[in-house]
């Protein structure tokens, strides 16, 4: 089982191998690791169990920014190590791939893509 230092090493590899645009849009971007999510954060979301929840994007997704804003925290992703660790194990998919394709996933939310359009687009590659 990946220790959150490990764990923490593997993200920041998997962010900085990501191909552009992403690299580029994810600059200043916050990652995270954290065990669990929060009850409340489960809560809001409608996910029952704390291993469904697998990463969070916290911010204001970039088509929605403005340089009139005020400025506000910086974006966030979460990574969630113990249901990521869950589920490499229960499909055998190395942690690497998962990690990334999570940090893909919520990155995604940061360009302003909703779960829809990202499954969408998954689905045509």
């Known amino acids: 089982m990946a220790q959150r230092a490990e764990f923490r090493r593997i993200a920041e590899e998997a962010m900085a191998a990501l191909p ?3 690299l580029s849009a994810a ?9 669990w999510p929060s009850d409340d954060t489960l809560d809001s979301l409608g996910i029952e169990s704390p291993y469904g929840l697998l990463g969070l994007y ?8 403005s340089v009139m804003d005020t400025p506000h925290a910086p974006d966030v ?3 969630y190590r113990m249901p990521i660790l869950a589920y490499c194990e229960d ?3 190395a942690l690497g791939d998962v990690i990334r394709h999570v ?3 919520e990155i995604g939310h ?4 909703s779960d829809e359009d990202m499954e969408e ?5």
């Open 20 to 22: 552009e645009p992403f």
């Open 27 to 35: 600059a200043g971007v916050v990652i995270q690791v954290v065990d």
């Open 58 to 65: 916290h911010g204001v997704g970039l088509p929605f920014k």
């Open 77 to 79: 992703i979460q990574l």
């Open 91 to 93: 499909t055998g998919e």
């Open 103 to 105: 940090l893909i996933h």
């Open 110 to 113: 940061h360009l302003g893509f």
């Open 121 to 125: 687009i998954e689905s045509k590659v």
